[in-house]
């Protein structure tokens, strides 16, 4: 069966860096879109970073110029590089991927789901 395995959370202060990565299994995903979501409690879960079959990408804007989503299809795997952390940044981070190839934003075009890694930014 299709799993996704995220990896790379934990503790951070403020600043600081953390690299999420994200391993498939089960099926090869080297043309189809992923993506990180991200929930915080008491938030609706919502796209962090998206990553085409073309390596097109997309960013919600509180994460641009921080995060960078990046993938290896060789590994079957993805990354999201996070720089400058906030204490907003703190949520369970979710890899995700779709059946679809195209760069999307939409969280109903992802059909696969991992089971979250927390990422915890102190003040």
């Given at each position: 069966?299709?799993?996704?395995?995220?990896?790379?959370?934990?503790?951070?202060?403020?600043?600081?860096?953390l690299?999420?990565?994200?391993?498939?299994?089960?099926?090869?995903f080297?043309?189809?879109?992923?993506?990180?979501?991200?929930?915080?409690?008491?938030?609706?879960?919502?796209?962090?970073?998206?990553?085409g079959?073309?390596?097109?990408?997309?960013y919600?804007?509180s994460?641009?110029?921080?995060?960078?989503?990046?993938?290896?299809?060789?590994?079957?795997t993805?990354?999201?590089?996070?720089?400058?952390?906030?204490?907003?940044?703190?949520?369970?981070y979710?890899?995700?991927?779709?059946?679809?190839?195209?760069?999307?934003?939409?969280?109903?075009?992802?059909?696969?789901?991992?089971?979250?890694?927390?990422?915890?930014?102190?003040s």
């Amino acid at each position: 069966q299709v799993q996704l395995v995220e990896s790379g959370g934990g503790l951070v202060q403020a600043g600081g860096s953390l690299r999420l990565s994200c391993a498939a299994s089960g099926r090869t995903f080297s043309r189809n879109a992923m993506g990180w979501f991200r929930q915080a409690p008491g938030k609706e879960r919502e796209l962090v970073a998206a990553i085409g079959w073309s390596a097109i990408t997309r960013y919600t804007d509180s994460v641009k110029g921080r995060f960078t989503i990046s993938r290896v299809s060789a590994e079957n795997t993805v990354y999201l590089q996070m720089n400058s952390l906030k204490p907003e940044d703190t949520a369970v981070y979710y890899c995700a991927a779709s059946n679809r190839g195209p760069v999307t934003t939409d969280s109903n075009d992802y059909s696969y789901w991992g089971q979250g890694t927390q990422v915890t930014v102190s003040s």
